[in-house]
């Protein structure tokens, strides 16, 4: 299904309260990958590339979003998009992991 069909779906109550969510969802995301592309020291040029695969993500593979959390997508698409990219120094998963725990003090990130 596309995002789309759901936020034009009319003036319902319930797609008011997708955009409402979507809209949130969104400025919450935008935050945290400029957050962590500047803790892992990713330029200006990839993270405006990350940002565009997730948003690509949340408008047209909406399947990928079942299951799991918006934190996980956020950190693949930061992941996936410094691999092919070869962003220097390397940007393993590892350390987007120990930056991303550094935004989250004292809360446990699940696995």
Do not use: H
């Not at 109550?13 to 500047?38: H, M, N």
Request: hydrophobic share 40%; aromatic share 8%.
């Amino acid at each position: 299904m596309r995002l789309a069909t759901l936020v034009t779906g009319g003036n319902s109550p319930t797609s008011a309260a997708v955009s409402i969510f979507l809209r949130k969802l969104v400025c919450l995301s935008s935050k945290q990958i400029a957050v962590l592309c500047g803790n892992l020291g990713i330029d200006a040029f990839l993270t405006d590339q990350i940002w565009t695969v997730f948003k690509y993500c949340l408008a047209s593979k909406l399947e990928i979003f079942n299951n799991r959390r918006t934190d996980q997508i956020t950190l693949c698409c930061i992941y996936a998009t410094s691999k092919i990219a070869r962003c220097q120094p390397e940007v393993t998963f590892a350390r987007i992991i120990e930056q991303y725990k550094l935004l989250r003090p004292g809360r446990e990130v699940r696995q």
